[in-house]
């Protein structure tokens, strides 16, 4: 398993592998055992899952998952429970893959491997173990990319606009929104969002590119003010990560009226 990154969020996330290739007589695998190095604590992580594969490439829509471990443990042996017995047909190889869940508050720049797996951790109904194994390479836990909301809609009344959105599913603190009237915003939000102060008064949020910040939040049905009639007004919403120190935040549509 190369060196790599997983990032705060994701669910299926590879962090080792092996193969049992089985020689003289069909065998049974009934229990793993892994142990995990590094800096990641037992909230960093969701679970552990351990997959058998027919190949050495991993799928979570088609392999097997035989065990799940959850909550888990801090780096150390890491015992998978309540394991499916999976047979390994003489002549033929078994690839197993463990991942990784991580939730949204996973903390950046902890990092997890897996040490080489030994007989030791594996265990049969039937059959004999023998062999080596490599230690998989460390990864590190990096920023979750938020994504766009869904549905965004303006509708128009005297003076006002009346905003909707579906949040963004995923990993994400708030959603920013800027207003400009007559071309759309050519801002970037940088940082955490602390800079930016909302106001839904139309003009009076802080400035943002050509616009201004009308809402900072998580809550849709907000209803923008003091604006001017038969003139367009162009809404960005933009979805941001605070955690991440650097806010990531993505343009996802132009509404006017």
């Not at 590094?38 to 969701?46: M, R, W």
């Not at 173990?129 to 998989?136: I, N, W, Y």
């Not at 938020?146 to 606009?161: E, I, K, L, Q, Y």
Request: proline share 4%; glycine share 10%; net charge negative.
């Amino acid at each position: 398993m190369p060196v790599g990154n997983i990032a705060q969020g994701s669910t299926n996330n590879v962090i080792y592998q092996f193969d049992l290739a089985v020689t003289t007589a069909d065998a049974v695998l009934n229990g793993v055992t892994i142990n995990t190095l590094g800096t990641y604590t037992a909230a960093d992580i969701t679970n552990f899952k351990c997959w058998y594969s027919t190949d050495a490439v991993f799928s979570a829509g088609t392999d097997v998952v035989l065990s799940t471990l959850a909550p888990v443990a801090v780096a150390g042996p890491q015992v998978f429970p309540a394991f499916v017995n999976q047979l390994i047909a003489d002549g033929a190889t078994g690839y197993f893959f463990i991942t990784a869940d991580l939730p949204c508050s996973s903390t950046l720049a902890n990092d997890i491997s897996v040490d080489a797996i030994t007989t030791a951790d594996i265990s049969f109904v039937s059959g004999n173990e023998s062999g080596t194994a490599f230690a998989g390479g460390l990864q590190t836990i990096i920023a979750a990319i938020p994504v766009d909301v869904t549905v965004p809609a303006a509708s128009a009344g005297n003076t006002v606009s009346y905003l909707t959105w579906v949040n963004p599913a995923g990993c994400y603190d708030e959603v920013l929104i800027v207003a400009r009237d007559g071309v759309a915003n050519d801002g970037v939000p940088v940082g955490d969002g602390t800079a930016y102060t909302p106001n839904l008064v139309f003009g009076t949020g802080t400035a943002l590119g050509n616009g201004f910040v009308v809402y900072k939040g998580n809550v849709s049905g907000q209803t923008v003010t003091n604006l001017v009639n038969r003139i367009n007004i162009f809404i960005n919403s933009l979805p941001g990560k605070a955690a991440t120190g650097v806010q990531a935040l993505k343009l996802v549509q132009h509404l006017h009226w």
